[in-house]
């Protein structure tokens, strides 16, 4: 069982970095359309696939816009074998994954551990999968849930990652009435592409400057442990296109 579940990033010079799900609980991700969310998406994706085995992580994908992961249908990788797409099964899913998430606290509290990693180092052979959950657009999922789905991500977004529950949540509207200010605070992530304006960029990374980036994969990234965010750019090789492409089916 792999402890560490990182997702590497490339800064300007070419040199790699890791987003450490486990330290940022969860990872926001912004940009306009057209900026490259999805594929960066993918990417995560591709690593999720390639890097973890499905004893490690288990992955739950939400397309709210049915564009991105239809992709992914029959991969047994992904949870239920398909994506997500109707706000209905959405929010059945996330009032399931609470119920996962409290049964998993119970286990590891009754165990005597004080927490999953502890409890997974002492019940080898019986770990507790990571659970990580992509949503592509979450702003359809608020307009067609009238913001019931918000109570949900609420509580799960502040207590899952104790469960090995995470979440990578992007979309196109960083803004109040879509990210609920609790939900924002409790991604510590966030990685933006190119926003419209400084106001969209102040709400993803508390700083301005990702107004100003090239587009097509230049992203700003920051977290606790970065003074200022660091820059980087996605990149999008032959390797990536295959795998989305359905090359997938040969690491399944
Ligand atoms: N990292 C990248 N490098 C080069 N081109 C990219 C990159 N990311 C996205 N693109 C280009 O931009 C297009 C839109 O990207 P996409 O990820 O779908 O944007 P978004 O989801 O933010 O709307 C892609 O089809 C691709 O042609
Ligand atoms: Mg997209």
Redesign the pocket.
Known sequence: MENKLLIALENTENNEFFCDIEKVHHLFVS????????????KVIKTLITQYTSKDVKIVLIDPKQT?FCTYEGNPRIVGGKPLYRAEDVCEFLNGLIVEMNNRFKIISESGYINLNRYNENNIGNQLDRIVVII?EYADLIYDTKKFCTKLMEELTSKGHGAGIHFIV?T?CPRHDIISSVIKANMIGRLS?KVADKVDSKFVLSKTGSENLA????FLYSDLNTVEPVKG????DEETYQFIAGKWKEYV
């Open positions: 940009g306009q359309s057209g900026s490259g969310k999805s594929i960066f998406l993918h991105e592509d992007s196109q592409f587009g097509c994969g230049e750019k996605v990149s999008y």
